[in-house]
């Protein structure tokens, strides 16, 4: 599987993801982060994922701005979508999808926090999302969200694959380092990215990666 992990700027409309796609028509999968468009965009992006055969996973906006997820498939269905999950609370089901061949997990920016306790129940997950909103806002928390990761990666025996904005900061702090990562089902590193915001596709069985 070609997935293509973007980590575009803030924006109103979907321009940066239709230019993404456009220019990468084979790609069977685009991760974008949370966050990246609101739910008056849901129709358009289903047509965007009939038109180019791609599944779509990214974070939206619902009507009363809240962050919600999103999984819709090549055939613009939606197969998951669900309010984020609020701080201190067990992880909302559902946080998994079905497509094809494929069990995806799905944890929300900070929900990578709730990830190992939540999707203990998930025993066939082949690849988990993790959308981010914004960048880190230390080196720490980089750390402690990569060393998150690896351990979902390994509990699971399944890839985990994340990726932020390329701007913006948490709470508007003014510090932020992007990031996008990826490990595979033994919590090796695939790729560890921070303050480089180059699209990438990854070849999941080769598991090469290329900027694009």
Not at 27 to 37: F, K, T
Not at 155 to 168: F, L, N, Q, V
Not at 189 to 197: A, G, H, Q, R, Y
Request: glycine share 8%.
């Amino acid at each position: 599987m070609n997935i293509l992990i973007g980590q575009p700027k803030m924006e109103r409309n979907l321009e940066q993801l239709k230019r993404e796609i456009e220019s990468n028509p084979t790609v069977d999968l685009i991760l974008y982060p949370e966050g990246y468009c609101t739910y008056r965009a849901l129709d358009e992006l289903s047509d965007v994922a009939i038109q180019f055969n791609t599944t779509i996973v990214l974070g939206y906006r619902d009507d009363t701005n809240r962050d919600r997820v999103l999984i819709v498939n090549k055939n613009g269905e939606m197969l998951l979508t669900r309010r984020k999950t609020p701080e201190n609370e067990g992880l909302f089901m559902p946080s998994s999808a079905t497509d094809g061949a494929e069990e995806y997990g799905y944890l929300l920016c900070r929900e990578i926090f709730m990830g190992n306790e939540g999707l203990k129940g998930h025993e066939h997950l082949t690849i988990i999302f993790n959308p981010i909103g914004v960048g880190m806002f230390s080196e720490e928390q980089f750390t402690e969200w990569t060393e998150a990761a690896r351990k979902i990666a390994m509990e699971r025996k399944a890839m985990i694959i994340g990726t932020s904005h390329a701007d913006g900061s948490y709470r508007n702090c003014g510090i932020s380092i992007p990031i996008a990562y990826c490990f595979d089902e033994n919590g090796e590193e695939v790729f560890l990215s921070k303050n480089d915001t180059r699209t990438r596709v990854l070849e999941t069985d080769s598991r090469v990666t290329t900027f694009v």
